[in-house]
């Protein structure tokens, strides 16, 4: 019963640390994706699903929600897939003045075959510029789907403003509802170009190297303020230099001398002992060559005198003391420095991962998301700020690990969009799906491996 119990428990953490700290990073892309006025569509808890719970924003027009995949979360940015095709602005003209087509007229309208006009109509979906018909009230989902493929107009204002474009006043008149047509008096090509502009593909290269680079920013900063506020409110144990004793381990041979926690060791072989360094330094001799040695120390305030047994001849490595430590609250400062300093060294260990050389030890050293989860769990029953600790530090690795540059992780991405910046063109679509693949597999033989690691580790013991 207790190992079931123990199951349920590293699932439940595990999911809920790496659930809200993939929402945090979703969050950040989202966040940077409005500010810049790039249309967001969805913003979800867990993996795409059709069961959902959701609420949509009146004012944003984002629909956001949970699935019950909570593997993760997902933001869905107008623009980041399709290509930028000289056929889309007729496309969208056709669809715009009719409200309502199927694939097959829009081909007629634009003379492509229905194949071409599908694949235009998906990139304008994907703009959030039409939308794929909704069908009739009332229909199941399998009904909708088993209806003709149809793509309509959204709903737009006066200025062709739809509800996911910031301004947009559906409180006036002349609001076109969804589905029907839209007249303009601005061209099929200069409304494409308005389209464009609400879009990750429209936006300039550093908005979009802010909006890839908002997910793992904003896991980096959670964990560095975790860190800081945690050593600052909670405080770090330091040792104090003094030759009172903190702790003595059960069974060590200083238990066997009588010594107990607290006591202050005043002398060794009648040298007087006043600082911890000093107690290290006076008995490390007699450890060493195992030789007993004669103790006096202050207990209640009052003084005794032992003697300590070690193995004739024999060298001791420990005597079973540990020194006495207090709580020191460090600055604002000091604990910025070692926040800054922690990330820099976890970074350094990250960036090994892309070393051939070093790969498999860093792999070694990793853990899947069986390992995240045990520990998650062990973090819990420790407490909330051993938890809460844990989650800076997974929140480090996840912004960390997305910065690598990876397809398809937003390092990768951000890899593709400099590629493209210096050679002044876009990469095709059959280009940047093989360069996806190859990280795809990369991250495959990653996975198989920490999960092997955590399985032994964890599970075989």
């Given amino acids: 019963m207790s190992s079931i119990l123990s199951v349920v428990s590293a699932v439940f953490w595990g999911i809920l640390v790496l659930s809200v700290l993939v929402f945090v990073h979703e969050g950040g892309h989202y966040l940077a994706a409005r500010a810049f006025h ?3 569509t969805e913003f979800f808890l867990g993996m795409p699903c059709r069961v959902r719970l959701s609420h949509k924003s009146e004012k944003y027009g984002t629909e956001v929600g949970v699935t019950p995949i909570l593997l993760g979360g997902y933001t869905r940015i107008c623009g980041m897939e399709g290509d930028d095709d000289p056929l889309l602005a007729p496309a969208l003209g056709s669809v715009m003045r009719r409200g309502r087509a199927s694939a097959e007229e829009v081909a007629d309208d634009i003379g492509c075959t229905p194949d071409k006009a599908v694949s235009l109509l998906d990139t304008l979906c994907d703009w959030a510029s039409v939308r794929q018909g909704q ?3 009332g229909l199941s989902g399998k009904e909708r789907d088993d209806l003709p493929l149809v793509y309509e107009t959204l709903r737009r204002d006066a200025n062709l403003l739809t509800e996911y474009d910031r301004g947009h006043d559906f409180s006036s008149g002349n609001v076109t509802e969804a589905g029907a047509p839209c007249e303009s008096d601005v061209s099929d090509d200069e409304l494409l170009a308005r389209e464009r502009l609400r879009t990750y593909l429209g936006a300039g ?7 890839l680079a908002a997910g793992p920013l904003v896991n980096l900063a959670l964990a560095v303020l975790i860190i800081m506020a945690g050593l600052s409110i909670q405080g770090v144990d330091v040792m104090v230099d003094s030759s009172q004793l903190g702790g003595v381990t059960e069974g060590s041979y200083a238990e066997a001398a009588g010594l ?10 009648g040298t007087s002992i006043s600082t911890w360094d000093d107690l290290v330094a006076a008995i490390g001799t007699c450890l060493d060559s195992g030789t007993d040695f004669d103790l006096t120390y202050v207990r209640d305030g009052m003084e005794h005198a032992t003697s300590v047994d070690l193995p004739d001849g024999q060298t001791v490595d420990l005597l079973g003391i540990s020194a006495s430590t207090t709580t020191y609250h460090p600055t604002i400062v000091e604990s910025a420095e070692y926040a800054w300093n922690y990330a820099a060294f976890y ?3 990250v960036v090994k991962l892309i070393v051939p050389t070093q790969t498999m030890g860093v792999l070694n050293q990793s853990s899947s998301i069986v390992g995240i989860s045990v520990m998650a769990s062990e973090a819990a029953s420790a407490g909330a700020f051993d938890l809460v600790l844990f ?7 996840l912004g960390f690990m997305n910065l690598l540059p990876i397809p398809p992780l937003d390092g990768g991405k951000m890899l593709v969009e400099i590629i493209q910046a210096l050679m002044r063109r876009q990469l095709s679509m059959r280009v940047q799906t093989i360069i996806g693949y190859a990280g795809l597999a990369f991250f495959l033989f ?7 690691n955590d399985i032994i580790r964890f599970v075989i013991g």
């Fill in 391 to 397: 989650c800076a530090v997974i929140s480090m690795s």
């Fill in 347 to 349: 970074a350094s260990y």
């Fill in 260 to 269: 107990e926690a607290g006591d202050v060791i005043t002398s060794v072989n």
């Fill in 446 to 452: 990653v996975f198989i491996i920490v999960l092997k």
């Fill in 38 to 40: 790039v249309r967001v």
């Fill in 205 to 211: 290269f550093w908005k979009r190297i802010v909006m």
């Fill in 135 to 137: 069908g009739p009230e």
